[in-house]
Each structure stands twice: as C-alpha cells, then as structure tokens.
C-alpha cells in the first residue's frame, strides 16, 4: 500500500511559479514509476508529466514542455513538480499518481493516487 500526499498548491499571478511536492509512504518509493495530473473545473482528468523510479525517463504534456519539470528523491520519498511562467489555463487540482509500469503511470487508472493540491492562476 502507498499512500500520497500533495502539497504546495495556492493562488499565484500569471507568470508566476509553484513548486508541488508529493510524499510518498513505504520503503519501495524507488520501483513505482511517479506521476502528475491535473483536473480544470468541467474538465477531464489530463495527463502532466512522469518520471520513472530511477529518474532516468521523463515526459510531459505537450501543454507544460518548457514551463513545468517533474522531479524526485528517492531518499525523501518525495516527487516534485516545478511549474514556471504559470498560465490562468494552468489552475486545476493537481494529483499525484504512482504504478510500477512508467508506462501505466500515465494511463486511466495507476496503482496509487493521491487527493491533490489546488493551484489558482490568475489573470
């Protein structure tokens, strides 16, 4: 069982930035591939970005390539996600999710998901 908790989220002006931080509960954080998504008001979930257990494969959405980087320490049981020059198109709940396939991290339904943090753009 792992348990997430997000955190970092809040209200921020456009062009601004925010760092979430998703802790991780046991001692396998290091096999689950980790990932971000977030939900706008009347949307659908959308994907954000991932990262492998290792670090060593990354991907985003084609919507934060060059504004947000996703993270983590393995030693800390923590993923990040960096997001820079924040957009009123950026605000959603933002989740953290957890599988042991990186490529099922990005899918419908990984392993693990956290409640998610709230981050507000305005314009």
């Known amino acids: 069982q792992v348990q997430l908790v997000e955190s970092g989220g809040g209200l921020v002006q456009t062009g601004g930035s925010l760092r979430l931080s998703c802790s991780a509960s046991?001692?396998?954080?290091?096999?689950?591939?980790m990932g971000w998504f977030r939900r706008a008001p009347g949307k659908e979930r959308e994907f954000v970005a991932r990262i492998s257990g290792s670090g060593s494969l990354i991907d985003y959405a084609d919507s934060v390539k060059g504004r947000f980087t996703i993270s983590r320490d393995n030693a800390k049981n923590t993923v990040y996600l960096q997001m820079n020059s924040l957009k009123p198109e950026d605000t959603a709940v933002y989740s953290c999710a957890a599988d042991k396939s990186y490529y099922d991290v990005r899918g419908l339904n990984p392993d693990y998901w956290g409640q998610g943090t709230q981050v507000t753009v305005s314009s």
């Open positions: 046991g001692r396998t954080f290091s096999s689950y591939a």
